[in-house]
């Protein structure tokens, strides 16, 4: 995990609903130089040693921000749950969709979603996110991408579709706006996501359960879909993919829901904790 105010977040490590364990001092950062040198790895015997002795310190009320700095890219794969395709009017696809949000767009699991100027149909997207632990290019089978994965997040793959499809059919449109990338609370290493082929996800929006899913819908599971990019771009360490969402979006409703200001989405994934965002207006033009 990472907490602090934005942009002075140190790392820590969970040690379990209440404390954590400062790491600051072994890493200077949740980032691509951490995770591509083994860094995950690295801590496991000094913070097992700092529970064993006490060293712990309350969360109390301090923020929780993203659980990995800014990433070198994050991917996004679209209609990637056949029963959200199906919502959606769309045919399932016969190779993983792909598509970037912007980096900036990352901010921590419970801080304000902002909608943006001339927005009028802003969306939500529960998804699991894939954080990479290696360098990663032209890898031979789907195997090999298990060694490759850093671990497992909840992210919030928060979408404007009329940006999004009414503007030249160009996604990232939709998806880069700022604070549009709402991530953890904490990183969950594979040894702790025994089976990421079977979480179940949910959300709500001011109370009201609008999407649950399981990963077992996924059409391209984790494994895959690192094998896949690989064939066509390098993956950096540190690097976030966002795997798609399962139904009940707010495009797939009838009538349409879409999010509005004083809205609050409360979402989570088994093993991978839960968030609140509460939406907030347009930034004011002065």
């Known amino acids: 995990m990472r907490i602090g105010a934005p942009g002075a977040e140190k790392p820590v490590v969970r040690a379990d609903d209440t404390h954590y364990v400062d790491v600051s001092d072994l890493a200077g950062d949740f980032d691509e130089k951490f995770f ?62 792909l598509f970037t949000k912007s980096p900036n767009t990352l901010v921590g699991p419970n801080d304000d979603v902002r909608i943006p100027r001339g927005s009028t149909k802003p969306d939500w997207e529960v998804e699991l996110g894939i954080v990479i632990g290696r360098r990663t290019s032209y890898l031979d089978t789907v195997e090999q991408a298990r060694d490759h994965i850093a671990g497992y997040v909840l992210v919030n793959d928060v979408s404007e579709r009329a940006f999004q499809m009414e503007r030249g059919g160009q996604w990232v449109k939709g998806k880069s706006a700022e604070t549009f990338n709402p991530a953890g609370p904490w990183l969950a290493t594979t040894d702790e996501v025994p089976d990421v082929g079977d979480l179940t996800m949910w959300l709500d929006v001011n109370g009201v359960r609008r999407q649950t899913g399981n990963t077992r819908t996924m059409i391209f599971d984790p494994y895959f879909i690192i094998h896949h990019l690989s064939q066509f771009l390098v993956l950096e360490p540190g690097d976030l ?11 797939g409703h009838t009538p349409q829901v879409w999010l509005q200001p004083g809205d609050v989405i409360d979402l989570g994934i088994d093993r991978l904790g839960t968030a609140r965002q509460r939406v907030v207006g347009p930034r004011p033009t002065s």
């Open 241 to 251: 993919i966002n795997t798609g969402t399962p139904p009940g979006v707010g495009m």
């Open 36 to 97: 591509g040198s083994g860094g995950v790895a690295s801590l496991a015997g000094p913070v097992s040693e700092r529970i064993a002795a006490g060293d712990v310190h309350e969360f109390g009320d301090q923020r929780i921000g993203a659980p990995i700095a800014r990433p070198h890219q994050i991917l996004c794969i679209g209609l990637n749950f056949s029963d959200h395709a199906a919502e959606t009017g769309q045919a399932v696809p016969a190779e993983p969709i």
